[in-house]
């Protein structure tokens, strides 16, 4: 079955570092996503991309995040300054369509030190 | 601020119970329902989702939808211990684009043998 495949699957840094979080969606999907989990919180939407540009972001993805589809392939999510705050699961996902039908990746987990 | 809300439990069920979880979102407007399952420090893992107001069976699952009262439920037939899980529940909001879920804090559930 196809799946989403995230790299890092963990990640630790020292605050203020750049970090860069890659994910390569499955292969016919056409939009793509970035959400994260702190520990024992709820999923938070941070972006979606489509088209090779951002479609939507959230509050939480402040000029610090970036997003970019270098390759065709690879979807990646760069942090330029980790705060400590930033420590949480990041999900890496995509769907065929803009319905939301989404299917994840197994997540790259961030500590900022 | 648009929410989701379910009941963060955990919901203890006997093996070949009934489980149902339940979900309610603030956003009248909203559109798309969506059930995912979580296990223990994994991603989040579709189960169902539903457009339209009733029910929509899945092999074990039932999910059942009613937009006047902003109330969306999974039913978990003949549970098993294997669905011991938190189930998230997520919302399209209409006035975000097609683009973004919300979700809620998830419910666990716990299937005891």
């Known amino acids: 079955e196809p799946e989403v495949t995230q790299t890092p699957s963990h990640q630790v840094t020292q605050m203020g570092q750049e970090v860069i979080l890659r994910c390569v969606p499955i292969?016919?999907?056409?939009?793509f996503y970035w959400y994260r989990q702190i520990l024992g919180q709820k999923v938070e939407f941070l972006v979606s991309?489509?088209?090779?540009?951002?479609?939507?972001k959230s509050e939480i993805f402040d000029d610090q995040f970036s997003v970019e589809r270098p390759d065709g392939s690879n979807f990646t999510l760069k942090i330029r300054s980790t705060k400590l705050e930033d420590s949480a699961m990041y999900f890496c996902?995509?769907?065929?369509?803009?319905?939301?039908?989404?299917?994840f990746g197994a997540g790259s987990r961030l500590t900022v030190l | 601020q648009k929410e989701v809300e379910q009941n963060s439990g955990p919901l203890s069920v006997p093996e070949g119970a009934i489980a149902s979880l339940n979900c309610t979102y603030s956003?009248?407007?909203?559109?798309?329902f969506f059930w995912y399952r979580q296990y223990s420090g994994k991603s989040p893992e579709l189960i169902m989702f539903?457009?339209?107001?009733g029910d929509k069976e899945d092999g074990r699952f039932t999910a059942q939808l009613n937009k006047a009262s902003q109330y969306v439920s999974l039913l978990i037939r003949d549970s098993q211990p294997s669905d011991s899980a938190t189930y998230l529940c997520?919302?399209?909001?209409?006035?975000?684009?097609?683009?973004?879920?919300?979700f809620g804090t998830g419910t666990r559930l716990l299937v005891s043998p």
């Open positions: 996902a995509s769907s065929p369509t803009g319905a939301n039908v989404l299917t």
């Open positions: 539903i457009y339209s107001n």
């Open positions: 991309f489509y088209n090779n540009e951002i479609s939507e």
């Open positions: 292969s016919n999907h056409l939009y």
């Open positions: 956003d009248r407007g909203s559109q798309s």
């Open positions: 997520a919302v399209n909001l209409v006035d975000t684009g097609f683009q973004k879920l919300v």
